[in-house]
T-cell receptor, first 113, second 114 residues
Framework: DQQVKQNSPSLSVQEGRISILNCDYTNSMFDYFLWYKKYPAEGPTFLISISSIKDKNEDGRFTVFLNKSAKHLSLHIVPSQPGDSAVYFCAASAREGAQKLVFGQGTRLTINP | ETGVTQSPTHLIKTRGQQVTLRCSSQSGHNTVSWYQQALGQGPQFIFQYYREEENGRGNFPPRFSGLQFPNYSSELNVNALELDDSALYLC?????????????FGSGTRLTVV
């Protein structure tokens, strides 16, 4: 039962353009969402998060949008840079109980010069 | 401030054997979580330790067990290894005060079971 889904295994974007990564979830108990970036041979690193009481959170070039009614969130990166090439994971958590993250399968983003 | 360190980085084991993976948490963090990342998948929650007690467990069989020590470092033990246990094992440390944004992952241990 995949509670968090990233339906695009890969995405290729030209440098300077906008990258949009999508994530869907099924569990209505999730109330906190995070995006992580992962390079090969490294652990995931935190990028940006959003609480379910908000619909947008922005940090520099990164913006996360949350549509609770559609159970959908997206990460926008603008402008995209070559160093953004990595695997991006969406993760969700329900505040009750352990600090447990449920991850999507990941999307490999490639930024082309 | 040191990050999360995991050892070993790689190892190869034979089916049926037992393995112990180690994790040193980031300074100031009192909670350790373990995740299994199979090839092409996202990390899956195995369990979490807080103040040396198990504080939540995912859908993993009892042959996956763990420990947390007074210095907040942790071990993941897997008995009776199966081929499907081949994966990247990630440790993450956090503190209750920092919340989920403070979750910090190590680089992982790549386990191959043959």
């Amino acid at each position: 039962d995949q509670q968090v889904k990233q339906n695009s295994p890969s995405l290729s974007v030209q440098e300077g353009r906008i990258s949009i990564l999508n994530c869907d979830y099924t569990n209505s108990m999730f109330d906190y969402f995070l995006w992580y970036k992962k390079y090969p041979a490294e652990g995931p690193t935190f990028l940006i998060s959003i609480s379910s009481i908000k619909d947008k959170n922005e940090d520099g070039r990164f913006t996360v949008f949350l549509n609770k009614s559609a159970k959908h969130l997206s990460l926008h990166i603008v402008p995209s840079q070559p160093g953004d090439s990595a695997v991006y994971f969406c993760a969700a958590s329900a505040r009750e109980g352990a600090q447990k993250l449920v991850f999507g399968q990941g999307t490999r983003l490639t930024i082309n010069p | 401030e040191t990050g999360v360190t995991q050892s070993p980085t790689h190892l190869i084991k034979t089916r049926g054997q037992q393995v112990t993976l180690r994790c040193s948490s980031q300074s100031g963090h009192n909670t350790v979580s373990w995740y299994q990342q199979a090839l092409g998948q996202g990390p899956q929650f195995i369990f979490q330790y807080y103040r040396e007690e198990e504080n939540g467990r995912g859908n993993f069989p009892p042959r996956f067990s763990g420990l947390q020590f007074p210095n907040y470092s942790s071990e993941l033990n897997v008995n009776a290894l199966e081929l499907d246990d081949s994966a990247l094992y990630l440790c993450a440390s956090s503190s209750q005060s920092q919340g989920l944004d403070g979750y910090t992952f190590g680089s992982g241990t790549r386990l191959t079971v043959v």
